[in-house]
Nanobody
Framework: QVQLVESGGGLVQAGGSLRLSCTCS??????????MGWFRQAPGKEREFVAA????????NYADSVKGRFTISRGNAKRTVYLQMNSLKPEDTAVYYC???????????????????WGQGTQVTVSS
């Protein structure tokens, strides 16, 4: 079983920054390659892709709405993934979820249906 725990959400003014963290815990993590992704869901809207990073960390992908403002990265032990969010806008307000997907091909995925495990989410609120 894999557990994902997000942290770092909060309230910030437009133009500000937040850094989200997601820690993955499982006894088998060290031998299984996982792609990690961040998604978000605003009230009344579907869950949408934000960013993803491959197991090696060499490949990343971003939604057009966050390119140039958000950066996804992995910790050295690869158990933690970060989402650095800069120049935040009110439309970035949502619950942010991290997810992982077992992948031996070091691939990226942008559909929530492709991911295997999810965290509980962390609220990000950007005031205008």
């Amino acid at each position: 079983q894999v557990q994902l725990v997000e942290s770092g959400g909060g309230l910030v003014q437009a133009g500000g920054s937040l850094r989200l963290s997601c820690t993955c815990s499982t006894r088998t993590f060290s031998i299984k390659p996982y792609t990690m992704g961040w998604f978000r869901q605003a009230p009344g809207k579907e869950r949408e892709f934000v960013a993803a990073i491959s197991w090696s960390g060499e490949k990343t992908n971003y939604a057009d709405s966050v390119k140039g403002r958000f950066t996804i990265s992995r910790g050295n032990a690869k158990r933690t993934v970060y989402l650095q969010m800069n120049s935040l806008k009110p439309e970035d307000t949502a619950v942010y979820y991290c997810a992982n997907k077992y992948s031996v091909s070091d691939s990226l995925f942008d559909s929530p249906d492709e991911y295997d495990y999810w965290g509980q989410g962390t609220q990000v609120t950007v005031s205008s």
